[in-house]
């Protein structure tokens, strides 16, 4: 890919993790589904959170997420989402400018958008998000001047979850294809992807130029039990198709043709939260470097790895020394 000002830009949902270890019988008390995101309301937010035993705080936010890996990486990164005037709002921005990435985007009315995770003992995380300001996240807040310079803008699926969000999205991705650059995407989240299935399947065949998937949300965009039958689809319908299989490693399918990766490694896994958002972000240095797919493939473990080997979706050393030692 030529040189531009970014490797790549993120556009997704500004959050600020709430992070608590809780039991099982938690998950049931609240009437969680385990291992996915849910929508919620601010006073429940509230009454959760009131529930929950101590807890810590970090940015978030999934494809930010995959922002702050890129940069850890030493990409040049830039980001698109919505805070509120709040403390949250401070926290989040200073996160992700420090990382030096360039963050512009206004901050709006509505309270920065939280999310509580809660970790079960096996390492699974659930999550419970109030999507605050993204509420507010409009065409508007597009930078015509990033997303023009950009090699790769990264949407994330969540977005659809917002009508005005949702249009930006499409707007972005119009933007990116005029400017020459290409378009990536997040199926975000499996419930996600059942509210918006036919937007998603449409993008998947004409919008994007690499899709990244888990297992649960391959299935579920094509609404059937089996992962091959779903990477057989995946593969037919977009150019470049990466699914990720948590510990069983990842699959990539470069038009038709299947290359698989293998999972790093991980002595213990104690937070599985993020791991999807730094494999993309592992995946998309490589290619923004021109990597072979193995080789991208083999980043994005590399750098999952890291992320579920402690608590938070934001890596706690630099990729760029894992990678040097790797
Ligand atoms: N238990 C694990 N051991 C090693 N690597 C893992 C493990 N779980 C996840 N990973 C890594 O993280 C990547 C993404 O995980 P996955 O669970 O598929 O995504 P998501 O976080 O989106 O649900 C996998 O392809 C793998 O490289
Ligand atoms: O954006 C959200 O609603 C959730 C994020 O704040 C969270 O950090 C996240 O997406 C975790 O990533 P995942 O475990 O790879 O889904």
């Known amino acids: 890919m030529e040189n531009r000002e970014y490797d790549v830009v993120g556009i997704g949902n500004a959050v600020v993790d709430v992070i608590a270890r809780v039991e099982d019988s938690f998950l049931s008390k609240h009437d969680l589904q385990k291992g996915f995101m849910q929508l919620i309301e601010e006073d429940a937010i509230e009454n959760l959170y009131s529930d929950m035993g101590p807890a810590t705080e970090r940015s978030g936010g999934s494809v930010a997420n995959s922002i702050a890996g890129l ?93 005005e969000a949702k249009k930006a999205f499409h707007e972005a991705a119009r933007m990116t294809r005029e400017a020459g650059g290409k378009v990536a995407l997040s199926l975000s989240d499996a419930f996600c992807v059942d509210r918006h299935r036919d937007d998603f399947l449409k993008l998947v065949k004409e919008g994007a130029d690499i899709v990244f998937a888990n297992e649960k949300e391959a299935t579920a965009l094509y609404e059937v039990n089996d992962f091959d039958d779903a990477a057989k689809s995946m593969a037919a319908d977009c150019e470049l198709a990466v699914l990720t299989r948590s510990e069983d490693g990842s699959m990539v399918f470069a038009d038709g043709n299947p290359v698989t990766i293998p999972p790093e490694h991980v002595e213990k896994v104690v937070d599985v939260t993020g791991a999807g958002d730094l494999y993309a972000a592992g995946f998309l240095y490589g290619l923004s470097r021109g990597e072979t797919l193995e080789s991208c493939g083999r980043l994005g473990s590399l750098a999952a790895a890291e992320i579920i080997s402690h608590l938070g979706a934001r890596p706690e050393i630099s990729l760029r020394t894992l990678v040097n030692r790797a």
């Open 71 to 163: 940069a850890s990486f030493g990409a040049k990164v830039g980001f698109i989402g919505k805070v509120g005037h709040d403390q949250f709002g401070e926290v989040f921005r200073h996160d992700i400018t420090s990382l030096g990435v360039a963050f512009e985007t206004p901050s709006g009315d509505i309270g920065t958008g939280r999310c509580l995770v809660m970790v079960t003992p096996d390492g699974e995380r659930t999550m419970s998000t109030f999507i605050g300001a993204g509420t507010g996240f409009t065409a508007a807040d597009l930078s015509k001047d990033m997303i023009g310079k950009a090699k790769i803008v990264f949407l994330e699926g969540y977005l659809f979850d917002q009508p």
